[in-house]
């Protein structure tokens, strides 16, 4: 079985996508009609999201943490639990393509990582995202770790003790612990997971906090530096 988790807080614009996307990806038949589950960890969520879900047919876990770590922590225990043999991992702003499970089986590898784009609605969003393009490397060996676009084997995930309870760039210390324990990573150009031009994330220091920095609030991190997928 795979498994996809999702943290959200507070998702209800963006949730019912995410779903849809997943759920794309999810009868892919790449998969050969392997079976997928999906847990969505509702971390504090005060809006609409939980009652997506369920319009949605898709699980669901409670908890108050309001940390990005604990949550994707908690989903991830949830499907071991179920009996995943592996993990993927987006985030409920973001739309991940057809192929993305296929893609992040392919190969056999321990660790996916893959890249995220920036969807837009607006020119002012467009151009932000002509920016961030340049700043990017592309294709394969980029380097980059995202929450939104990640993906792990659970025998690594147990190996390296899984997401820790951090705010922020917890998905960046787990494929660093995976690094250190001679895991194989897949650095994947492609597919592309796209997601939202938000810079209000809802984890200080994560991937809203780069957009809004690369908007003119400060400088960005460089190409090839770790950036954090809030």
Request: hydrophobic residues 45%; proline residues 3%; contains cysteine.
């Amino acid at each position: 079985m795979i498994g996809v988790l999702v943290p959200a807080h507070n998702e209800a614009a963006s949730m019912e996508r995410c779903l849809q996307s997943i759920r794309r990806a999810a009868l892919n038949p790449g998969l050969g009609g392997e079976a997928v589950e999906v847990i969505i960890a509702l971390d504090d969520c005060s809006d609409a999201t939980e009652s997506i879900c369920a319009q949605q047919r898709v699980d669901t876990l409670r908890l108050d943490a309001r940390c990005v770590g604990i949550a994707r922590a908690a989903a991830a225990a949830e499907l071991l639990g179920r009996g995943a043999r592996w993990l993927a991992s987006t985030d409920a702003d973001s739309e991940v393509p057809p192929e993305w499970l296929v893609a992040q089986l392919e190969g056999r590898r321990d660790v996916f990582c893959g890249l995220v784009d920036i969807a837009t609605n607006c020119s002012a969003e467009e151009r932000l995202r002509k920016a961030f393009r340049r700043r990017q490397q592309w294709g394969d060996d980029h380097g980059r770790i995202h929450g939104a676009n990640l993906g792990v084997s659970a025998q690594a995930y147990r190996a390296a003790g899984g997401f820790s309870p951090l705010h922020c760039g917890e998905d960046v210390q787990l494929v660093r612990t995976l690094q250190r324990l001679g895991a194989d990573v897949r650095w994947a150009g492609a597919p592309l997971v796209m997601t939202s031009a938000r810079l209000a994330g809802r984890a200080t220091g994560g991937f809203s906090a780069y957009l809004a920095e690369m908007g003119g609030l400060g400088a960005a991190p460089a190409a090839g530096q770790p950036i954090l997928l809030a």
